[in-house]
């Protein structure tokens, strides 16, 4: 066991040994890379100084003819865009006036149909209100004469009443 463990701290010593030569290649290999590329952009800077200011002047010469057709294009196109645009606000001004003339009108037929409906619920109330008196008077046995009820009283049936004035009409008879 012990000799195992003496072969295994001489493996890892032996691979420590390795990776710092590995650095050490890696650092020497870095440096030499740095230098190449110092010189290279030396010389490419030495190549280029002169050309970038030549082609430069030649791009401008070039390029002021496409420059000016460019200009007139450009001028033409925003004063399109500019009447266009004017159209636009016109259709969206008219829009948004069109947008509230319906609201403004959605809003008072709204209101009309608000109206109507709570005249209907109260007429319709009226008529519930009715109702039981209406059943009476149909189960009862009354018709009505000169503006007035006229009742075929139950004289034997009980009296209502605080004074006991009133009687209970008999029932309609079956036709």
Known sequence: MVE??????????????????????????????????????GEVATLVGGASAQIAAEAKQAMAPVAASYDCAVTATSAQLHSASKTVWLWFASGAALLLLCLAVSWMVLGFYRH????????????KDALPTLQAFSASDAVVCGGRLCVNADLNGPRFGDKRQYQQAKPRPQQ
């Open 4 to 41: 195992a463990a003496k072969a295994i701290v001489l493996m890892i010593a032996k691979t420590d040994q390795r990776e710092m030569r590995m650095h050490e290649t890696l650092d020497r290999e870095i440096l030499s890379l740095r230098s190449e590329v110092t010189q290279v952009r």
């Open 116 to 127: 109507e409906l709570a005249d209907a619920k109260e007429q319709l109330q009226n008529y």
